[in-house]
């Protein structure tokens, strides 16, 4: 076990090194190139440690097919080609606070499983700052970050690896992909992926493609300013994952995608997106989106298409859409022939479209959402709109609430409530609260024709609605009695006649956790006593209000 200290040129090539060995330059940088030409043995690595190499004419260190390395406090700086390189199969190494400065690629390492890279940082390099490739398995990443470099990998190029867990990779300015993950498998645990500002012309900001994980949560995502028609997250092809704890914003298309998928995304905020806040597409795939939040996206809230399936719960959608913009503002846009599809527990309101907009021959459920102040744009649609073609599998639509569709323009199709046209399959709709508080005479609309011409439409009030579609026959025309609409709450009042009139769906909590006790609520949220006394089936809050099962909610509810 002997250590070398290098202090020019020459000295390294003639070294013979063995397991055990240590060699520094003691930060003094050395112009020239090294390859290591010998590999350590497991229990006794060889070690580079404080070196600092610059300028070689292809790469600045070279480990090809060497093992047991362990290499820790490293700068490389302005290799022609790669400040790192190290080809064909290994194992065992370790790299740790590594500063790579300028290249064409900053760090390329292929085939070596059991490794670990830790306190990594590549910047100034034309194309890619870190890439792990080629069928290495057991990876464990720390704290790798990259500033700038453009590839049509990403900045940092994660492939072909089996078993891998990450902890802080971060790109930023990247002008491609920020972050990209691909073609690896077995299982996957990761948390702090980031990648800020990457200018790119068709990639997105953080990319996962045709991976086959077995399982595993990948959580703490943060995607912001994907320039250039550039997504925020883009799941593609990544099956039993779990993503959670995800940022998305100012991304010039939609935030998070998935395409091809069934991956679960959970405890999400995407916003001022320029495309949507969440969209599914592709051939396949059901993705279970939970508890977020959706709003202020250029187009639609949440968007499935093709025969990809978005089923949704407890989410958030506003402000979504562009004035002037006729295909956009839809809380929920449902495509193509995406069979079962589910949104249910949510609050959709003050989109520029509809709260619900059905095309094609999807098929799905929209359960137990509150639905308040959204709009008709430039086309003439109601809150809940359905234009399905003849052959669709159909909507059901019960326990929701919906409230007001204001015209943005200023015309006379202000205040649809419901909208079916075209040779539309009529949907299952039922013991729903409707009101209305922007238009004093709001209707509905059963088969009309031409989107382009309102005149050929037919308008319906509430009971003409109801006999003419055969629809609604439990629902309710009645104020629901929020406990504050100006400021978005909305939580029902104990007087609401949206309380316990619903009907069984399947749920057994509302969007806050909340026990369902005998007939749902219509709408998002329960009631229930703060303190409760119970005796049998017999409730006394702590505010001395009684009721039978079903009729105390939310415990947040004060009046």
């Known amino acids: 076990m002997t250590e070398y200290v290098i202090t020019e040129t020459g000295q390294f090539s003639a070294l013979t090194l063995y397991g055990g060995d240590r060699v520094t330059t003691n930060d003094v940088s050395i112009a020239e190139k090294w390859a290591i030409g010998q590999s350590g043995t497991s229990g006794h690595q060889i ?51 590594i500063t790579s400065i300028g290249g064409v690629t900053g760090i390329w390492i292929r085939s070596k499983s059991n490794s670990q890279y830790s306190n990594i940082n590549a910047s100034g390099m034309t194309g890619a700052g870190f890439r792990l490739t080629n069928a290495a398995s057991n990876v464990t990443l720390e704290n790798i970050t990259t500033v700038g470099g453009s590839s049509s990998y990403g900045s940092i190029d994660i492939e072909s690896i089996v078993g891998l867990s990450f902890n802080h990779l971060g790109a930023t300015d990247a002008l491609s992909i920020g972050v990209y993950i691909g073609s690896c498998s077995g299982i996957v645990s990761g948390s702090y992926l980031s990648s800020v500002d ?24 943060t995607v912001t300013g994907s320039y250039s028609n550039g997504l925020g997250l883009d799941a593609n092809n990544i099956p039993n994952v779990i993503f959670s704890d995800i940022i998305s914003t100012g991304n010039t298309t939609s935030g998070i995608d ?38 202020n996206n250029l187009w639609d809230g949440l968007a499935s298409a093709g025969a990809s399936v978005i089923n949704a719960d407890n989410i958030i ?28 527990r949510s609050v959709i309101y003050n989109n520029k479209n509809t709260a619900l907009a059905v095309i094609g ?23 809940l709109w359905f234009a399905n073609s003849s052959n669709s599998p159909g909507w059901s639509c019960k326990n929701n609430i919906v409230v007001n569709n204001t015209s943005m323009t200023g015309d006379a199709w202000g205040g649809i409530l419901v909208m079916i046209y075209s040779g539309g ?96 609520n219509i709408g998002a949220t329960e009631r229930v006593p703060v303190a409760p006394v119970i005796s049998d089936n017999f409730f006394i809050g702590s505010d001395g209000t009684t009721a039978m099962e079903g009729q105390l909610r939310d415990p947040r509810v004060t009046s």
């Open 258 to 295: 998935s395409n091809g998928s069934s991956t679960t995304f959970r405890d999400f905020v995407s916003s001022s997106n320029s495309w949507s806040g969440f969209s599914a597409r592709g051939t396949s795939g059901a993705n279970v989106v939970r508890n977020g939040v959706v709003q």
């Open 361 to 383: 021959t999807s098929s799905g459920i929209f359960n137990n959402n509150t639905c308040v102040d959204n709009h008709v744009a430039t086309m003439v649609r109601g809150s």
């Open 425 to 520: 399959v009529v949907p299952v709709l039922d013991y729903n609260c409707y009101w209305s508080t922007t238009n004093p005479t709001p209707f509905w609309v059963y088969n009309g024709g031409n989107a382009a011409d309102p005149s050929g439409y037919n308008k319906y009030t509430f009971e003409q609605w109801k006999t003419y579609s055969g629809q609604d026959t439990h629902s309710i025309f009645a104020d629901p009695l929020f406990v504050d609409s100006a400021l978005h709450d909305y939580r029902l009042q104990k007087t609401s006649p949206c309380i316990a009139t619903g009907t069984d769906v399947g749920l057994r909590e509302d969007a806050y956790g909340n026990h369902i006790y005998g007939l749902p």
């Open 198 to 221: 990457s200018y790119n012309a068709t990639y997105p900001g953080v990319y996962f493609k045709d991976n086959t994980f077995s399982s595993g949560t990948i959580s703490n995502i």
């Open 47 to 97: 070690s580079l440690d404080h070196v600092s190499l610059n300028g070689a004419t292809d790469y600045n260190l070279d480990f090809t097919g060497r093992s047991y390395l362990t290499i820790s406090n490293l700068v490389v700086n302005g290799a022609t080609v790669r400040n790192i390189w190290s080809d064909s199969t290994a194992s065992g190494l370790v790299l740790n606070n």
């Open 317 to 344: 959608i506003s402000g979504n859409g562009t004035v002037g913009q006729i295909n956009s503002g839809d809380g929920f846009t449902s495509h193509d022939t995406s069979t079962g599809n589910s949104l249910v």
